[in-house]
């Protein structure tokens, strides 16, 4: 797990990392379900859980839950479901949410968006993850796919995206769906906002090139929220190379200066669209 502290204490006005559930309904485990919504404003989105305003403060991993909670945390980011349930479970002992991924195939040489029987096979697959998951209490969203439209091939992959949406929120009507993509979304989000519209919120993983964010959103003509799933210290691949071609590293406090910097300009001023964020690659707690 990363350090985030030095940029979850920025985020406004503190809430408390271990929120009071307000139910709904009841899940067939006995847990409560707090339902989560994003909610249309005057002045542009906003999420809520249980009917309370919810903005994001995560950090993505798989450990040192309670440390992410220290640091002024309330979410986790995991990229599959595979290895979730104790993670889940950790999570919410902490008084943390999830934002629990869909793991989908990419497209290749072994699997084609263009092949039925191989997206319906797929779709049988995820249901039966949200199945299985639906109800747990730490639950905040599904994530479906992370960076998958790098290697798209055409439209069906946006069509099967939406089928995927579309049963998610007929077996869970309590936790939107969004879809994590690389800096390089602009078009993507275009096929993404016209042919998959039963995905609720765009999410997008940028490091280096964080700063590029708010003109890349309007580029893209995205009109709905967004959050930012990734974002940390500068990536290998895009950092300065020694003379025998091997990355420079930010030293730590090159790190934290950098992450800090940019989310305090970038992701905390727009109150209208951003619904918050995920830390992922910089410090080591």
């Known amino acids: 797990m990363i350090a985030i502290g030095l940029v979850l204490s920025s985020c406004g006005e503190a809430q408390p990392a271990r929120s009071q559930p307000v139910s709904q309904s009841q899940s067939k485990t006995g847990h409560a379900i707090i339902p989560v919504k994003v909610q249309k404003t005057p002045h542009g989105f906003q999420l809520l859980r249980g009917g309370k305003p919810y903005y994001l403060r995560g950090g993505g991993g798989l450990q040192e839950y309670d440390q992410l909670r220290e640091a002024g945390g309330n979410t986790v980011r995991l990229w599959s479901a595979d290895y979730a349930e104790p993670l ?23 699997f084609s968006y263009y092949d039925p029987a191989m997206v319906a096979a797929q779709l049988r697959r995820v249901r039966e993850q949200v199945l299985r998951y639906r109800h747990h209490p730490a639950l905040l969203m599904w994530n479906v796919g992370n960076e998958l439209e790098i290697t798209a091939r055409g439209p069906r992959f946006f069509t099967a995206i939406n089928a995927i949406a579309r049963m998610i929120h007929e077996l869970d009507p309590y936790h939107p769906v969004t879809i994590s993509m690389a800096i390089g979304f602009t078009e993507h989000a275009r096929l993404l906002q016209s042919v998959a519209p039963a995905v609720d919120i765009l999410s997008i993983n940028v490091y280096g090139q964080l700063n590029k964010l708010p003109s890349l959103l309007k580029k893209s003509g995205w009109r709905g929220p967004y959050i930012v799933t990734e974002f940390g210290a500068r990536g290998f691949w895009e950092s300065d190379s020694t003379s025998w071609k091997a990355p420079m590293e930010q030293t730590s406090a090159e790190k934290a200066q950098f992450m800090s910097t940019l989310y305090r300009a970038i992701i905390e001023p727009d109150s209208t669209r951003c619904l918050g964020s995920y830390a992922f690659l910089g410090l080591q707690v």
């Open 88 to 110: 889940l479970d950790e999570a919410h002992r902490q008084g943390l949410t999830v934002m629990l991924g869909l793991w989908l195939e990419p497209e290749d040489e072994h």
